[in-house]
């Protein structure tokens, strides 16, 4: 497999569970980072994992919890979620070391459901 | 506070003229600038970008424009095709940073 792979692709989950998103890239970057688009507002960045470090957490609720385990895999893990965390969860990769002229390799995404 | 702003959320087109989506930022140090296309249910994808150092670059049948005095990008379509119809994103960052500011994006729908 090639470029940067999300599963699931949809997940509907109620209030109490708890869930993960997973996030895989096959192209060796060493940075990865997740997104969340909700209609009409900007792609906002949640998280930014740098050689397997986080670097960047953007005010985010606790009930989201990143984990990278390596530099290929990224995993959000949800509990108690809200009906308005409902929304497309990107995941995007690039190589750290100066800008991308290419921007972020984003993944398909994982709509996300609470009910 | 929003640094990358698209202000129509949506375009309609007629296949075979022209498309022209905007996007407007407030940070004068970006100085590189790039637009993304969306298809339902598929991740952004990199469509073109320009630097500040130039006004203008040209792919095909996609130009954008810099208007760096105005803090204003537009990302031009001649001609328009119905597998145009998206959303697209811009997207800004600053010198040597791989860090990117998304706008809100605009959903282009081309007309047969």
């Known amino acids: 497999e090639t470029g940067v792979t999300q599963t699931p692709r949809h997940l509907v989950m109620g209030m109490t569970n708890k869930k993960s998103l997973k996030c895989e890239q096959h192209l060796g970057h060493n940075a990865m980072y997740w997104y969340k688009q909700s209609a009409k507002k900007p792609l906002e960045l949640m998280f930014v994992y740098s050689l397997e470090e986080r670097v960047e957490n953007n005010s985010v609720p606790s009930r989201f919890s990143p984990e990278c385990p390596n530099s290929s895999h990224l995993f959000l893990h949800l509990h108690t979620l809200q009906p308005e965390d409902s929304a497309l969860y990107l995941c995007a990769s690039s190589q750290e070391g100066g800008r991308s002229l290419y921007g972020y390799t984003f993944g398909s995404g994982t709509r996300l459901t609470v009910v | 506070d929003q640094q990358v702003k698209q202000n129509s959320p949506s375009l309609s087109v007629q296949e075979g003229r022209i498309s022209i989506l905007n996007c407007d930022y407030t940070?004068?140090?970006?100085?590189?600038f790039l637009w993304y296309k969306k298809y339902p249910a598929e991740g952004p994808t990199f469509l073109i970008s320009i630097s500040s150092i130039k006004d203008k670059n040209e792919d095909g049948r996609f130009t954008v424009f810099l208007n760096k005095s105005a803090k204003h990008l537009s990302l031009h379509i001649v001609p328009s095709q119905p597998g145009d119809s998206a959303v697209y994103f811009c997207a800004a960052s600053l010198y040597n940073f791989n860090k990117f500011y998304f706008g809100s994006g605009t959903k282009l729908n081309v007309k047969p």
């Open positions: 940070n004068s140090m970006f100085d590189y």
